[in-house]
């Protein structure tokens, strides 16, 4: 399954909308997506949203759409 982690980048100030950003993880589960991207990076997660059906198919016609892919 195909999730859409939304993230701030600095963990030490107040989240605000206008600097949330995005990414997209394929894993298994919402706690695997979540476990990932912490161990991967210092991004202050706000959500994690799955993505399936017409809502995953309207994010890939987005220019933004792509897989992260951590080592």
Do not use: W
């Not at 701030?8 to 909308?17: A, D, G, H, I, V």
């Not at 991207?37 to 202050?44: I, R």
């Not at 997660?45 to 399936?52: D, G, S």
């Amino acid at each position: 399954m195909i999730f859409k982690v939304l993230y701030q980048e600095n963990t030490k100030s107040n989240p605000k909308r206008e600097f949330t950003k995005s990414l997209y993880v394929e894993c298994e589960t919402e706690v695997e997506a979540r476990e990932i991207v912490d161990k991967n990076t210092d991004h202050n997660i706000e959500f994690i949203e799955p993505l399936e059906g017409n809502h995953l198919a309207y994010e890939q016609k987005s220019p933004d759409f792509k897989i992260t892919e951590f080592k």
